[in-house]
């Protein structure tokens, strides 16, 4: 990533509305930012509508912003809720649902032999898969939990649910990836 004093200059630019600056930020955190919202997406141009909606939060709250904790890791809390935000609004209220029939195994299986590497990616690809076929319930509380390491309180409180019910649609999201995964592997194989 880019020295501290050129992103500083970059922020302050997109403070000052530059365009320039702007595209600048958007292109550094561009990867990273979208990885956040596939995890959370049902698609890549659900995500890529999350992240979107992400960035303009960003640069309107960069002022917010007090240099004295990783960039990156505050856009991404601001990403992540805005994520959260989306899914939230899609549905009436989708944290409440237990409904499985959201997660249908799809067809994407085109897999051949290829070096270890190459396997790898390919794996992670379907884990991302498998993530996404989550029902948005499971989906955000498997997300705020294992990617963003918030606590079961804490999701509690950002999704408007117990704790109880944070604990217990984090361990169905378990069980439903271990199925989804499983049976893709079993395909690979």
């Not at 309107?60 to 912003?65: N, S, W």
């Not at 601001?78 to 499985?100: E, Y």
């Not at 992670?124 to 996404?132: H, R, T, V």
Request: proline share 1%; charged share 35%.
């Amino acid at each position: 990533m880019e020295n501290k004093e050129h992103l500083k200059e970059i922020i302050s630019g997109c403070m000052r509305k530059d365009r320039r600056a702007q595209e600048e930020l958007f292109r550094l955190y561009y990867g990273k930012m979208l990885g956040v919202c596939m995890r959370y997406a049902r698609d890549r141009d659900s995500a890529e509508e999350m992240l979107q909606e992400g960035f303009i939060k960003v640069f309107d709250k960069l002022d917010g912003f007090d240099y004295k904790g990783s960039f990156e890791g505050w856009m991404r809390r601001i990403v992540a809720n805005t994520a959260i935000d989306q899914i939230r609004k899609s549905k009436k209220d989708p944290m409440l649902t237990d409904n499985d029939e959201d997660f249908k195994l799809g067809s994407e299986d085109r897999m051949v032999e290829q070096e270890e590497t190459e396997e790898l990616e390919i794996k992670a690809e379907m884990a991302m898969e498998a993530i996404q076929q989550l029902s948005p319930a499971y989906r955000a509380v498997f997300n705020l939990y294992v990617m963003e390491e918030y606590t079961h309180k804490e999701i509690a409180e950002i999704l408007g649910i117990s704790e109880g019910t944070s604990k217990s649609n984090l361990a169905k999201a378990k069980m439903n990836l271990q199925k989804i995964l499983k049976e893709r592997f079993q395909k690979v194989e």
